[in-house]
């Protein structure tokens, strides 16, 4: 009796074993990592490092692939229809999944139709304004704009027109908007002197002494800037826009896959490798596990709700 | 003075110059292809950098940016098919050079015209990047709204025999630009729902279309002539046609001075791109040498001069705003930028205080790639100028193929390809029926900047005497509108005398 | 005679006015608090072009009516030709989706090889074999870039 209670004890214990270890056997083949920018630019720098990493971890070859466009839409919309069978995960900040389908009503992709395998970086979504400038928080800033009747605000993508006009219809401020392409159109405004505000999504840490900052876009306070009060701390309820960088699977993945995928993860946010970029990009690694990052997903595509609702965004 | 020998010894390491050479000689090899250019052969490039010592990585890369500059002036020449916009006028004036059997002198005098562009450029960086790098912060979106309305009107003088037809291909070329997002408002223009184009036509497979493809089609139609011609192409035998001859050198001088000042004061502005400069070049030694609408049709070795000096210096001048300040002044530029992360280095101010010897190295390393690059060319030009004895039934195949991979590579994939087709088929018909593709191009590649600068203008300037704060751009709007009165002269003479030649 | 820059005109005056009645109005939106509406700089470029395009009918009008040329004619070895790089380049897209990359690049350097009558056994196998597992070996060995 107790040697067969041992044994089905023991045959339990080797179907538990073999079961996820039937789903370990990925990767078999070569795996694709979706990058939604363009070569060269800071998220395929970061991705490329990475697709070293897991190459190391996982055993297998992991290639990048690029496919730019509409801040991520045009990889994410593809990405929802591939089959979910590990192939091919995506690499990207999670405001390309929140912002882009409650912005643009022509994309069907929506946040929920990935599964998260967890977080690795987090862009510094900041507002900034320039060294000189004659405030140093939100109220700060608040009093000025008003004493001056109307500012000049850098804004350099759709997202960060959205947190403007939420913040100036929440505090009555008037702002002119000036239209640039990306991270270095705005500090080409800021550095000479052409406009009073702007949003970052990190890249003023590397114009040191050119640049303030003045609050975290984010719903939780940042890594770099651990002193600054995020916008929804200064009373702007639910304007945050979150950008950690995730590895994200389509929907209807093995679990067993995503969970090989969260320790390699884990693994590649100690590589000295990833150490050193991280450092030269001003990007602070922030190891999430999936649970931890689907729940920020979830977050934060609510917070843009909100932000939205706020100054009666209708969707294009 | 004492950390100098050092640098020298890192950066005339056997390891460093052996990565530039092979820099060099891969962008050389990859600009000649037919197809692809400099974009793609620097992003393409960046992950074998990995594994390389920043020095070694970014001398690297900067071999790989004046190698292909350079190179692309081979296919232009040989085939008629630019690898990007920036070597079309090249293409147009020295193409015709070379069907009149004296290629090998074009491919010498782009080659000679590109290094010193490049060295010229690569001493100014050296010299004053500094000292530039504020001047050109003052260049603000007001002063480049006029110098990019200079520019198109400027170009516009390149269109060809019709300036009606020109006109048009020039406001095609804009239209067509602005598909995918609008850059003030976030909202989709002309995009029929497709997300591929929000961030607009991929340039490269457009450019690729337009320039190579839809020359492929023409040749291919036409190849029975090329094969009878194939022996002209190989030379006419005559020995001033294989050489720069000095009454050349005396020709181009004053074209390859102007286009190396052009091309560097080009390549320091960010915003404005390798492309403007070549055609400026182009259009001021055409205008210079009062010879019009022949240089295209018989050729100018000055033409080639002038377009290959300007394309080439801007590469090192776009490094002046990247180096000093941070931000890039070309495609290159920001490409590397890329590299320098990958190497944990911060481009911007600080590089000069954090990396001062790594700069060092990367300007010796930088003047070495210049004459490795002259090397290169020189003896890479014999082995490319075999390419016109090769059968057109094999060559172009291989064109194609290669248009494919770099409208694949610069343009989102299978999209990109057809993208290419459909600006293929519109260049054919272009190029057969007389409409400029070079106003075209020109209204493409210029089109979304000054319509962001200008769109930063409205906001910035809010009162119209507020305009007398910037002269830059009050003096370049000034040639602007000069410009369009000059052109319409021109045109009504031109008018005038068709109408008195056919009575 | 070659009237091809009626025909040109033509077809671009129905573009323009096209652009103008149907696809600006429907594919821009008015965008409200911009400076400048989206819709502008579209319209301006339609205009210019519809304008301009009425000038080049007119002025190949006149020419036909005094029996001068406009425009220029097309042999059509060359139309043939273009349609031929237009199929082979569709079709290799095709088989780039639904088949495979490789299968596409050997229709792309095959298909118009043998268009231009090539026939030598050796070079229709060796160039394509050459130049895609040259291109292979460059993207996935030493770049580690996918293609597809």
Not at chain 1, 190 to 195: D, R, T
Request: with cysteine; hydrophobic share 50%; glycine share 12%.
């Amino acid at each position: 009796m107790r040697a067969l209670s041992k044994g089905i004890f023991a045959a339990l214990f080797a179907l538990c074993a073999a079961l996820p270890a039937s789903a370990t056997d990925w990767p078999t083949g070569p795996v694709t990592m979706l990058i939604g920018y363009k070569a060269g630019g800071g998220t395929d720098t970061k991705g490329r490092v990475l697709a070293k990493i897991l190459t190391r971890e996982l055993g297998q070859q992991v290639n990048v692939i690029n496919r730019a466009g509409g801040g991520q839409a045009v990889a994410l919309e593809g990405f929802k229809n591939e089959e979910p069978n590990g192939d091919m995960f995506f690499f990207g900040a999670v405001s390309g999944i929140t912002l882009n389908p409650q912005i643009n009503s022509a994309l069907q992709f929506r946040a929920d139709d990935y599964v998260y395998a967890g977080g690795l970086t987090e862009f510094q979504v900041t507002m900034v304004a320039p060294a000189d400038a004659p405030f140093d928080d939100m109220a700060g800033f608040v009093a000025y704009a008003k004493e001056k009747g109307k500012i000049k605000y850098a804004s350099l993508s759709p997202g960060a027109k959205i947190v403007m006009q939420a913040i100036a219809r929440q505090s009555g401020l008037e702002v002119d908007y000036i239209p640039t392409k990306g991270g270095r159109g705005m500090v080409q405004l800021v550095l000479s002197g052409q406009v009073d505000f702007a949003y970052s999504g990190g890249i003023h840490a590397r114009y040191p002494g050119k640049f303030k900052t003045i609050a975290a876009v984010s719903t939780k306070r940042l890594g770099n800037y651990p002193d600054t009060e995020t916008l929804i701390e200064a009373g702007y309820e639910g304007v945050a826009i979150d950008a950690p960088t995730v590895v994200a699977f389509p929907k209807g993945i093995d679990p067993a896959i995503v969970a090989k995928m969260e320790a390699a993860l884990k693994v590649a946010s100690t590589d000295p490798d990833m150490m050193k970029i991280s450092k030269s990009i001003n990007m602070p690694i922030v190891y999430q596990t999936a649970a931890e990052a689907s729940q920020l997903v979830e977050e934060s595509a609510a917070a843009i709700t909100i932000m939205l609702d706020t100054i009666g965004y209708k969707a294009s | 003075m004492e950390s100098f020998l050092p640098v020298l010894e890192s950066a005339f390491a056997p390891g460093n110059l052996a990565w530039i050479l092979f820099g060099v000689t891969l962008g050389y090899l990859v600009g000649a292809l037919p197809g692809l250019g400099k974009g793609t052969a620097t992003a393409v490039a960046i992950p074998l950098t990995f594994y390389l010592s920043p020095l070694a990585a970014i001398a690297f890369l900067v071999g790989i940016a004046k190698g292909s500059t350079a190179g692309s002036a081979v296919s232009a020449i040989l085939l008629n098919t630019p690898g990007e916009p920036s070597s079309t006028p090249t293409a147009m004036a020295g193409y015709p050079l070379a069907r009149a059997g004296k290629a090998q002198k074009a491919l010498k005098m782009g080659l000679f015209a590109s290094v010193i562009g490049d060295l010229f450029s690569t001493i100014v960086l050296i010299l004053v990047a500094q000292e530039l790098a504020e001047y050109a912060l003052g260049i603000g979106p007001v002063e480049l709204t006029g110098i990019l309305a200079f520019s198109m009107v400027f170009i516009a003088g390149l269109s060809g025999r019709s300036m009606i037809k020109g006109l048009i291909a020039g406001l095609f070329g804009i239209l067509v630009s602005c598909i995918g997002l609008e850059v003030e408002t976030g909202s989709p223009r002309l995009t029929f729902g497709m997300i591929e184009v929000y961030d607009g036509l991929p340039l490269i497979p457009v450019a690729i279309g337009m320039l190579a493809l839809s020359e492929m089609m023409i040749q291919i139609g036409q190849r029975q002539r090329l094969q009878d011609e194939a022996d002209l192409l190989q030379g006419s035998g005559i020995r001033e046609d294989r050489i720069v001859t000095l009454g050349d050198w005396r020709r181009s001088a004053r074209a390859i001075l102007r286009g190396c000042l052009i091309g560097t004061g080009v390549g320091i502005l960010p915003g404005l791109g390798a492309s403007v400069g070549s055609f400026l070049s182009y259009g001021a030694e055409r205008k210079a040498s009062g010879r019009g609408a022949d240089f295209e049709e018989t050729g100018a070795i000055e033409g080639v001069a002038a377009a290959e000096s300007a394309d080439n210096a801007v590469v090192p001048a776009s490094f002046v705003p990247l180096f000093a300040i941070g931000i890039p002044g070309s495609v290159i530029a920001a490409i590397l930028i890329g590299a320098f992360t990958i190497q944990g280095i911060t481009p911007g101010p600080l590089l000069f205080l954090e990396n001062r010897d790594l700069i060092l190295g990367v300007y010796i390393s930088m003047i070495a790639a210049s004459l490795f690059l002259l090397l290169i060319g020189y003896f890479g030009q014999n082995v490319f100028a075999r390419i016109v004895r090769v059968s057109p039934a094999l060559v172009m195949p291989i064109v194609v193929f290669l248009c494919c991979l770099g409208a694949y590579l610069q343009g989102g994939g299978a999209f990109g390809i057809g993208v290419m087709v459909v600006f293929g088929i519109i260049g054919f018909f272009a190029k057969k029926y007389d409409f400029s593709f070079v106003t075209f191009l020109i209204g493409f590649v210029i089109g979304p900047s000054f319509e962001l600068s200008l769109r930063q203008t409205l906001g910035l300037v809010t009162d119209v005497s507020e305009l007398l704060d910037h002269p830059v751009a009050l003096a370049f709007g000034a040639l602007a509108v000069f410009g369009v009165w000059r052109l319409t002269v021109l045109q009504r003479r031109q008018h005038e005398a068709m109408v008195r030649d056919q009575p | 005679m070659p009237k091809s820059d009626l025909i040109a005109g033509i077809v671009l005056l129905v573009f323009g006015l096209a652009m103008l009645a149907v696809v600006i109005p429907t594919q821009t939106s008015e965008g409200g608090d911009a400076t400048i509406s989206p819709a502008l700089l579209p319209q301006i470029c339609s205009v210019g072009i519809t304008g301009l395009a009425v000038l080049l009918t007119l002025q190949a009008t006149g020419r036909l009516r005094r029996g001068v040329a406009a425009g220029v004619a097309v042999p059509a070895a060359e139309w043939w030709a273009m349609l031929a790089v237009v199929l082979a380049v569709g079709a290799a897209i095709a088989l780039f989706v639904w088949v495979s990359p490789a299968v596409a690049a050997v229709l792309l350097i095959v298909g118009p090889m043998l268009y231009m009558g090539e026939r030598r056994i050796w070079l229709v196998v060796g160039i394509p074999a050459a130049l895609i597992v040259g291109a292979w070996f460059l993207f996935y060995r030493v770049l580690g870039t996918a293609i597809g």
